[in-house]
């Protein structure tokens, strides 16, 4: 059974820019959650969505926004990038909202 | 606003010990644990999941749940060197919230 997959592994991006982050989950599971991890921080919640819809959202600016597609496919975008966007996006599948989550590798965003 | 605090560590056990990993939160209506670890350079991986008081046991590793004292802990028994890594506790309420997570324990297991 495929696991998460996260693309791409690695982006650099300059301030101002924007970027989208791509999830395809597990097969079988309907629920995509997101994860910015940094060292200061650790894991922060972003956003959790279920059949297209967004159940929970973390606290984070407006310039953070999501989606979810019919295949449960997620995508992430942040705009108008800061150099504090600087970190490691996690997505975590899990088969409905109150399942276990079980992470892709990830998206090493880094703005410069 | 939940809380999950964790010890950053290092925590540094020598190989064949038990290594004790402890996690109190804020939230006494939090309902499900979860420990993850964490390899530098990778993803969390989930190691063990409890949701009643008391223990349980896979493999080497017991977590134990204590609600009425608001604390989850992980236990190691033989440590491994293979072990050294950041071990993340998680925990979620009832119903419609998000899994949140402490900053994580650093263990090293030194051989």
């Known amino acids: ?112 | 606003q939940k809380e999950v605090e964790q010890n950053s560590g290092p925590l540094s056990v020598p190989e064949g010990a038990i290594a004790s990993l402890n996690c109190t939160y804020s939230d006494r209506g939090s309902q499900s644990f979860f420990w993850y670890r964490q390899y530098s350079g990778k993803s969390p991986e989930l190691i063990m999941s409890i949701y009643s008081n008391g223990d349980k046991e896979d493999g080497r590793f017991t977590a134990q749940l204590n609600k009425a004292s608001q604390y989850v802990s992980l236990l190691i028994r033989d440590s491994q060197p293979s072990d050294s890594a950041t071990y993340l506790c998680a925990l979620r309420d009832s119903g419609n919230t998000p899994l949140v997570f402490g900053k994580g324990t650093r263990l090293s297991v030194i051989a």
Not at chain 1, 32 to 55: D, K, N
Not at chain 1, 71 to 83: D, H, P, Q
């Open chain 1, 1 to 112: 059974k495929a696991g998460v997959t996260q693309t791409p592994r690695y982006l650099i991006k300059t301030r101002g820019q924007q970027v989208t982050l791509s999830c395809s989950p597990i097969s079988g599971h309907r629920s995509v959650s997101w994860y910015q991890q940094t060292p200061g921080q650790g894991l922060q919640f972003l956003f959790e969505y279920f059949s297209e819809t967004q159940r929970n959202k973390g606290n984070f600016p407006g310039r953070f926004s999501g989606r979810q597609f019919s295949n449960s496919r997620s995508e992430m975008n942040v705009s108008t990038l800061e150099l504090g966007d600087s970190a490691l996006y996690l997505c975590a599948s899990h088969a409905g909202p109150d399942e276990k989550l079980f992470f892709g590798s990830g998206t090493q965003l880094s703005v410069l």
